[in-house]
């Protein structure tokens, strides 16, 4: 049997969702009215319903995020929204609660949000025993690691592809609670790894100032699709469920058609998840939309710098380097490619983000809004490309139909049009119409196609049409438009009526966890969560940081990202080339803020304290 390959898109919102689909997603992902790790992007029961059913129609699915942290006067009313969501056809929850799993659910699929810990095989595993159908991987996983999952467990495995990196593994930042009592895992993410930085060394010298340090590139990992795929990856998620109608449908035409490439190279095995091929009137690229530059993080390994130090907003397409500053214009390398309207991004000479509005584009020469003093060489960044947005915005810049075969022929008391999809769904229309020849009893079959070829705003073409009539009949072209309308429209109410929702019902199992005791970084924040891991062999369970934070002495995150490894002072990967150790520890200050950094080169990792906080420092080996 073949394997189904997905691209999974975010959607803020209904209107988002649709347009990803008709941009080419096989699924969606969206937040409910409540619960989502996204407060700004929650939706009406209404919308998603309405979102469901046009997703539905192209075979594509749709997955609710209910993927914050619960506390106890919250589960009813979290068990009662499941119900509702089950209820208009939702495909899965994407959830990290572990309370959800003790819930009385109905049977719908439960997929664990990479807020989950979902790092390593054993836990990896537990998980899909305990009837978790797909586990959404932490990003930190390079391809052998996946693998190793893979051959663990027959679980989906999905994975993100592009968008935008936590810095810190996935459900283990508390910065925001302990900067401003706001929750990351809770969906009120402060966005603290965004701001900028000094970092001291312990002697107190300010070796950077000012500098976003804890800010990395976004991920893109699109022509990694095919190993990602032979690795055991079903599939791929596109982060950003804040991001504009743009990104979405960029991003997503863009993997539509590297995957499309890879599905046909590899038809035997693999196939499309969902119906449908997309059109567009753009020619997609991710330098396009919104990113801080591209890293493909630690899928092949520890391997180049990864920060994005100088902004944390979008750099955007590189254009070219500055030639000169020419009266109240610039000469810009490749400036033929600039339009009126344009941003432009480049960093200053204090090392900052800054930026321009182009008035004017002309022969090369850029004519600013604000004519800023800029040094001859300095590379110039497009990150917001106006003539590209206008097009991409319009309702008609993609646009996904379903291919069918029509058929008109005659019966006893008049005429049939039957129409036949892709999916061999059928639709059959008949017309009680008397037959006449026509005039001269000519051919007029050929107006008959032109008409039942106009498909319009359906979601359908009409990709092959036969004519089989015993002779020349006559049919107003009205009853043929009546007609194709009316086949079409049963069209869609059977393939609503014949989708297969996939569903689960969860029984309450009792194998072990990999782990007999667990820190606050298991989030656990209720009773109910409680009970689950105490019966699977739990004996120690920390409460969630959000119950239990010591301000002031408390590690705030966990990351694989390391500032020793930026800045090429790893005693590992730059032993032979680093003259002289750092004197830690290292602190990042902004403002009344200040962390302290600690390095765990074992597991190659970095942890984040508060100042108070006291811990060993590892001697470099």
């Known amino acids: ?15 988002h969702g649709m347009a990803a689909i008709n941009a080419g997603a096989d699924a969606i992902y969206i937040g409910a009215p409540q619960f989502g790790a996204r407060s700004n992007a929650h939706n009406s029961i209404e919308d998603v319903a309405e979102l ?14 209910i993927n914050t942290i619960l506390y106890d006067d919250e589960l009813e009313t979290c068990r009662k929204l499941i119900w509702e969501l089950y209820d208009i056809g939702v495909d899965a929850l994407i959830i990290q609660d572990m309370a959800i799993m003790e819930m009385d659910l109905p049977p719908i699929v439960l997929h664990a949000s990479t807020q989950a810990n979902n790092r390593d095989a054993d836990k990896i595993k537990f998980l899909a025993d305990a009837g978790i159908k797909r586990v959404v991987l932490a990003r930190e996983l390079n391809l052998h690691q996946i693998r190793e999952i893979h051959e663990a467990t027959d679980v989906e495995l999905e994975f993100f592809v592009t968008g935008a990196l936590c810095v810190s593994f996935s459900g283990n930042c508390y910065m925001s609670v302990a900067n401003g009592e706001r929750s990351a895992n809770r969906g009120s993410c402060a966005q603290n790894c965004r701001l900028p930085y000094n970092l001291i060394d312990g002697n107190g010298d300010t070796l950077i100032k000012n500098s976003h340090l804890l800010s990395i590139k976004d991920f893109d990992v699109s022509d990694q699709i095919p190993n990602l795929i032979e690795a055991g990856i079903c599939s791929f998620k596109i982060e950003g469920r804040l991001k504009d109608i743009v ?8 993997l539509r058609q590297k995957l499309d490439a890879f599905l046909e190279q590899n038809s035997d095995r693999y196939i499309k998840a969902s119906s449908g091929k997309s059109t567009y009137t753009f020619e997609s690229s991710l330098d396009k939309s919104f990113n801080r530059g591209y890293t493909d993080y630690f899928v092949n390994e520890r391997h180049q710098a990864i920060g994005s130090w100088e902004s944390p907003k979008s750099k955007g397409q590189y254009i070219g380097k500055l030639i000169k500053t020419v009266g109240n214009s610039y000469q810009i390398e490749n400036g033929e490619l600039l339009n009126n309207g344009d941003g432009l991004c480049f960093i200053n000479e204090n090392n900052e983000a800054d930026g321009i509005y182009v008035n004017r584009a002309e022969n090369g020469f850029v004519y600013p809004n604000v004519l800023k003093e800029i040094k001859d060489g300095t590379f110039i960044y497009r990150n917001n490309d106006a003539a590209f947005i206008k097009i991409v915005e319009r309702e008609d810049s993609a646009v996904r139909k379903i291919s069918t075969t029509l058929l008109l022929s005659e019966n006893e008391n008049g005429f049939e049009l039957k129409a036949t999809d892709e999916d061999r769904n059928v639709s059959v229309v008949t017309l009680v119409h008397p037959k006449e020849q026509t005039k001269n009893n000519e051919s007029i079959e050929e107006n008959f196609k032109i008409n039942l070829a106009k498909t319009g705003f359906t979601p359908y073409n009409a990709d092959e049409i036969t004519i089989e009539f015993s002779q020349n009949w006559f049919l107003p072209i009205s009853k043929i438009n009546e007609m194709r309308r009316t086949v079409y429209e049963q069209l869609s109410e059977i393939r609503l009526a014949n989708y297969v929702r996939e569903e689960h019902q969860m029984v309450k199992t009792s194998h072990p966890y990999p782990e007999s005791k667990l820190d606050f970084m298991y989030n656990v924040a209720n009773k109910t969560a409680r009970k689950f891991y105490e019966r699977h062999g739990v004996t120690e369970i920390e409460q969630a940081f959000e119950l239990q934070w010591d301000p002031g002495k408390s590690r705030v995150m966990t ?21 002289g150790k750092l004197k830690e520890p290292l602190v990042l200050k902004q403002g009344e803020l200040e962390y302290k950094l600690k390095f765990n080169c074992k597991p190659c990792e970095m942890e984040i304290w508060e100042k108070d906080a006291e811990f060993e420092i590892e001697e470099d080996n």
């Open 1 to 15: 049997m073949k394997k189904k390959i997905e691209i999974l898109a975010p959607a803020k919102d209904l209107i």
């Open 52 to 65: 469901v059913k046009y997703a539905h129609l192209f075979n594509a699915q749709v997955f609710v995020v």
């Open 247 to 254: 990104y979405v449908k960029n991003n997503v035409s863009y």
């Open 559 to 579: 990351t694989k990202y390391c500032i020793k490894y930026e800045l090429e002072k790893c005693p590992k990967y730059h032993k032979d080339t680093m003259d």
